[in-house]
């Protein structure tokens, strides 16, 4: 099957790439940088209308909370721009075919309210700039793809995301306090980039239609990430510091959400977990668990960050 992959030069992009070309597809990839086969701005009506005629659409380009490029101010229209004016403009060239059009989601998408899980059927609610644009981009591709799903990833972890993970890992291993926000003792789970790319592969190749969460097993709660991190490194416990999260609201509030963004803030503040269901039913199994990639990111820093300083001060 020839696929368009969308944001392929990405974190996720290039684990969906390389899976994809294993399954036995061609792929024909485009982002705004990188080693891609089409470079260019989807939001450029040219570029896009220019894209090439494909059986399927996997579309992960997108800009987040942790995009590198993430502005201070004018942060609704960047989101607008990159997340839903790329997507119409996607739409737009492929509108009136066959195409079979995966969209990547974000469980930030779910009405964050306390639940103790969300899935497909739960109420959808865009709680910030971020998830407001993604709760856009779905509703074109739903209204404009008469053939889509969408993959709804949790916390996307792996070797080169790092999140709270680097802060943590530094603390640990220099024997200082670890500094958390909250009490921390919810489940808020995390899925491993690699198990994401396997079910994105797996929506194709079923030819399945609608919302599909991606989840590893056995979420764990932040106090926990600490404690995997501290058993992979071989460091004693440390002391751990539980920052007031209702100040740290108020502050990110007055700031406009941008310290923290509101989604994060209601993430911290309540369990943060997907119903698998649909998708294991298409045959899809995790990979790794939520500890295995807490240990999978605390090894990746502590051996590209303290390692080698260790092993120049033996020499």
Known sequence: MHILLTGAAGFLGRYCARRLREAGHVVTTTDLHGDVDLRGDLADEEFS??????????????????SPNLPLISRKSWFHHNNVKATRCLIQRYAGSDVHFVNIGTSMMYAQNGAPQYGPDSEMKGQGVYSISKLQAQRL?????????????????????????????????????????????????MVHVEDVA??????????ATGFYNAAAPRPLSINDWVREIEDEINAPPARM????????QFIAALSGWRLLAREQAL??????????????ALG????????????????????SEFEPARAGARH
Request: with cysteine.
């Open 267 to 280: 993430m911290l503040e309540w369990p943060h977990v997907l119903d698998i269901d649909r998708s294991l």
């Open 284 to 303: 899809w199994q995790p990979r790794h668990d939520n500890a295995r990639i807490a240990r999978d990111i605390a090894r990746h820093i502590y051996s």
């Open 198 to 207: 396997r079910l994105v592969e797996c929506v194709i190749r079923r030819n």
């Open 241 to 248: 510091l539980h920052l007031p999260l209702k100040p740290l």
């Open 49 to 66: 209308r220019r894209l090439p005629p494909v059986e399927a659409v996997v579309h992960a380009a997108a800009v987040q909370y942790v």
């Open 141 to 189: 591709v739903e209204q404009g793809m008469p053939r889509w799903a969408t993959v709804i990833p949790c916390i996307i972890g792996g070797p080169g995301r790092e999140g709270l993970f680097r802060n943590f890992v530094r603390a640990i291993a220099r024997g200082r306090p670890v500094t958390v926000p909250g009490k921390a003792a919810h489940p808020v789970a």
